[in-house]
T-cell receptor
């Protein structure tokens, strides 16, 4: 059974600081997704990583994928308050998932002034 | 392009009742997945439909069922509601292009069971 684990689960940051969220998964896969969820809202797609070594950046967020280590990272650069949200990684298995994403527990990020 | 829509947005039901939730996917998307989100269990996959066929199902009891119509719109039904069914129910659609599974989520239906 595919398991996806994120750490940390809670992250309190000061504005301007850098930090990384880690996402480990248990079964070989080269398809990983990052989502953001604001309180009371739905999930917003941030990044889609589809191969080993994939790196994508959008603003202050950068995501990467190491399929050999079964690890994805979401790096936050110079955090700002607007980045406060819950971040989820999700994995699916090519050819067998049929619409099923397996999500991590989520990382609740709070950025303080 | 319109996003995924879900109705109703909020529902309050009592134990033993049944409920039907509706989801309209992004135009052109034929895959619709349903998830349950709770503080304790996180995001859990319920089932997925593609071209009116259920292709995948999560580990939920038979009280949870769904269907998809020819226009790709989907409904899920929960019968004999229990307190533990209180959750945010999210629907997501995708193109399922070559198995590529980026899913776009609707706003969710928040179900409260009293």
């Amino acid at each position: 059974e595919l398991k996806v684990e994120q750490n940390p689960l809670f992250l309190s940051m000061q504005e301007g600081k850098n930090y990384t969220i880690y996402c480990n998964y248990s079964t070989t896969s080269d398809r990983l997704y990052w989502y953001r969820q604001d309180p009371g809202k739905s999930l917003e797609s941030l990044f889609v990583l589809l191969s080993n070594g994939a790196v994508k950046q959008e603003g202050r967020l950068m995501a990467s994928l190491d399929t050999k280590a079964r690890l994805s990272t979401l790096h936050i650069t110079a955090a700002v308050h607007d980045l406060s949200a819950t971040y989820f990684c999700a994995v699916d298995l090519k050819g067998t998932s049929y619409g099923k994403l397996t999500f991590g527990q989520g990382t609740i990020l709070t950025v303080h002034p | 392009k319109a996003g995924v829509t879900q109705t109703p947005r909020y529902l309050i039901k009592t134990r033993g009742q049944q409920v039907t939730l509706s989801c309209s996917p992004i135009s052109g998307h034929r895959s619709v997945s349903w998830y349950q989100q709770t503080p304790g269990q996180g995001l859990q996959f319920l089932f997925e439909y593609f071209s009116e066929t259920q292709r995948n199902k999560g580990n939920f009891p038979g009280r949870f069922s769904g269907r998809q119509f020819s226009n790709s719109r989907s409904e899920m039904n929960v019968s004999t509601l229990e307190l533990g069914d209180s959750a945010l129910y999210l629907c997501a659609s995708s193109l399922d292009y070559q198995g590529y599974n980026e899913q776009f989520f609707g706003p969710g239906t928040r179900l409260t069971v009293l």
